[in-house]
């Protein structure tokens, strides 16, 4: 069983950054590829980044790519989204997960979810 808490959500001006925490409490953090995704209101949730288990490989949605970082630190137990040049479509709840095995875009691969944290990007 793994409980994963996000944090690092708020309020933040087009253009600005936000970063993004998701604390993990049980058993082998450092075996779990960890997933970000969003959910817009009226929208379904959709991927926007991912991480292996050793942070070697990741991977990005397109309309992230270059503006948002994935990174972990395996001895706090934490994955971390940097998020710069935010855009009003950044606006989201945004969601971590992981899974015990290769990072994977599908939000069905992933076994245990965070409860969520608002992001909200005004224009």
């Known amino acids: 069983q793994v409980q994963l808490v996000e944090s690092g959500g708020g309020l933040v001006q087009a253009g600005g950054s936000l970063r993004l925490s998701c604390a993990a409490s049980?058993?082998?953090?450092?075996?779990?590829?960890m997933g970000w995704f969003r959910q817009a209101p009226g929208k379904e949730r959709e991927f926007v980044a991912a991480?292996?288990?050793?942070?070697?490989?990741?991977d990005y949605a397109d309309s992230v790519k270059g503006r948002f970082t994935a990174s972990r630190d395996n001895a706090k137990s934490t994955v971390y989204l940097q998020m710069n040049s935010l855009k009003p479509e950044d606006t989201a709840v945004y969601y971590c997960?992981?899974?015990?095995?290769?990072?994977?875009?599908?939000?069905?691969?992933?076994?245990?979810w965070g409860q969520g944290t608002q992001v909200t990007v005004s224009s």
């Open positions: 997960a992981s899974r015990l095995a290769l990072i994977s875009r599908a939000r069905g691969a992933y076994n245990y």
């Open positions: 991480i292996s288990w050793n942070g070697l490989s990741t």
């Open positions: 049980g058993r082998a953090f450092s075996s779990y590829a």
